[in-house]
């Protein structure tokens, strides 16, 4: 075993819903596929984000059941983790207009196993860059 090559660090994810059972699932299929989760409630009218963390991406649920709205939302990831990539879940058939410009990408619901995939293409450099995803695939 060669000890003197440090094993790599898994890739944390910053992942953003109101839905507590869907972050609680979806963040059980990415650590199980490798990745750092960082999860995210948002509730009626506030959220907490980590302030010790640094995420690689983060991936935030597009219709949020709250006072805020997705754009205030995003807003305040950007004050946050300025450069890190936002990419919009949702099971809309596109992108949503009004996000288009505040956010790095779209992907649209799917399976965990494509939610995995697109994390892995996109830090080891295979995925798309500038328009992250935006695919129903």
């Given at each position: 075993?060669?000890?003197?090559?440090?094993l790599p660090?898994?890739?944390?994810?910053?992942?953003?819903?109101?839905?507590?059972?869907?972050?609680?699932?979806?963040?059980?299929?990415?650590?199980?596929?490798?990745?750092?989760?960082?999860t995210?409630v948002v509730?009626r009218n506030?959220?907490?984000?980590?302030?010790?963390e640094?995420?690689?991406?983060?991936?935030?649920?597009?219709?949020?059941?709250?006072?805020?709205?997705?754009?205030?939302?995003?807003g305040?990831?950007?004050?946050?983790?300025?450069?890190?990539?936002?990419?919009?879940?949702?099971?809309?058939?596109?992108?949503?207009?009004?996000?288009?410009?505040?956010?790095?990408?779209?992907?649209?619901?799917?399976?965990p196993?494509?939610?995995?995939?697109?994390?892995?293409?996109?830090?080891?450099?295979?995925?798309?860059?500038g328009?992250?995803?935006?695919?129903?695939?």
């Open positions: 075993m060669n000890l003197s090559k440090p660090l898994p890739h944390t994810i910053l992942m953003v819903d109101d839905e507590p059972e869907h972050l609680k699932m979806q963040s059980w299929f990415m650590n199980e596929a490798g990745f750092r989760i960082i995210v509730g506030s959220f907490s984000l980590p302030d010790k640094r995420p690689g991406l983060i991936l935030m649920d597009y219709r949020l059941n709250c006072e805020l709205t997705s754009i205030q939302i995003v305040l990831l950007r004050q946050t983790f300025k450069d890190v990539p936002i990419v919009l879940l949702s099971s809309a058939e596109s992108m949503p207009e009004e996000m288009s410009p505040l956010v790095d990408g779209f992907i649209r619901k799917a399976d196993e494509k939610l995995v995939e697109f994390a892995r293409k996109f830090f080891d450099g295979t995925g798309q860059r328009q992250i995803a935006s695919s129903s695939r």
